[in-house]
């Protein structure tokens, strides 16, 4: 594609984690995007400004589209292309995958009254919405958490231990001392140090602080995007890695606050990790970056 040539995009949030939508039903709009583009496209100044960008694509078309492979598509119609901001992939994103839903839902290309299936490099998750309204809460079926080795992770001349949680994408939990103020970690402009030899790929880095029983609030740093207002893997390995230092029994629940907003965690009795939070299509218009 030429820069003169225009394209549709949508602009959305999570919980303050925001997006570039662009709607490329049989992929021949972006082709495989590229990480020029998608840095274009997220800069702040000189673009449209997010955290990442999510391409709609058909699970038919990914293939040719060079947006990666799915695992089967578990009859998904439509597959979350996601990018960090900085133009690398991530498996998942789940702020992104509620604001990807309420696109498709406002759009008519999905039935709120239904679940919704969307396939994304971490396999096909399952969106409910609220009273099976377009504009209601949506609830996403994570999957299964996979929690691995105990780690650290740094900032500055300070270490604090962490827990390696999987949630499709690789997460750090690192717990605060209670009395302590998120704010202490300090900035988080630059990635926290962790141990390459667990996270190859980089790491998503998650503070978190105790509130009370089944509530935590928690800053992130992302790979690939940098310091966030929410992340939803984030605050689903943050749930996953409090309950567990609880000794909670499945089938329970926690808030979690974060800078943009607050998400509702569950963790089921079958194991699976439920996340509820709002969605938010915001604008959209053409562009020619
Ligand atoms: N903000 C997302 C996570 C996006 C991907 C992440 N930066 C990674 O590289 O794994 C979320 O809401 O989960």
């Known amino acids: 594609m030429s ?3 225009s394209y549709a995009f949508l602009k959305g949030h999570g919980t303050e984690n925001d997006f570039v939508l662009l709607p490329d039903p049989d992929g021949s709009v972006h082709g495989e995007l590229s990480a020029e583009r998608v840095r274009a496209l997220c800069d702040r100044r000189a673009g449209i400004g997010g955290d990442g960008v999510l391409r709609v694509i058909r699970t038919t078309a990914v293939g040719e589209a060079g947006a ?16 960090n901001a900085d133009g690398s992939i991530s498996e998942m994103c789940g ?18 009254a239904g679940p919704v299936p969307v396939a994304t490099r971490d396999g096909v998750k399952v969106l409910t919405f609220a ?12 999957g299964v958490p996979r929690v691995l080795a105990d780690t650290s992770v740094s900032v500055g001349d300070r270490t604090w231990p962490a827990v390696h949680v999987d949630m499709g994408n690789p997460h750090a ?9 998120l704010a202490d970690v300090g900035p988080l402009l630059e990635a926290p140090e962790h141990d390459a030899a667990v996270y190859p790929a980089g790491v998503n880095v998650e503070f978190v602080l105790r509130r009370a029983p089944g509530h935590v609030a928690m800053r992130v740093h992302e790979r690939g995007s940098g310091e966030t207002r929410a992340c939803g893997t984030g605050a689903c ?19 979690v606050d974060l800078p943009g907003g607050t998400l509702h965690i569950s963790w ?15 604008a959209e218009g053409v562009t020619r970056l």
Do not use: C, K
Not at 131 to 142: A, F, Q, R, S, Y
């Open 68 to 83: 990666g492979q799915t695992e089967a598509d578990g009859g998904a119609e439509w597959f979350m292309d996601y990018r």
């Open 3 to 5: 820069s003169a040539e």
């Open 95 to 112: 702020n992104g995958i509620r604001v990807f839903g309420r696109h498709l839902a406002q759009a008519g290309l999905a039935d709120p």
């Open 237 to 255: 390995a943050v749930m996953v890695a409090a309950a567990l230092a609880d000794e909670a029994a499945r089938d329970t629940s926690y808030r």
């Open 173 to 181: 939990v690192a717990f605060l001392d209670e009395g302590s103020d």
């Open 268 to 282: 089921t009795v079958d194991d699976r990790i439920m996340m509820t939070g709002p969605a938010v299509v915001l």
């Open 131 to 142: 009273g099976g309204e377009v504009d209601g809460e949506i609830t996403v079926d994570m």
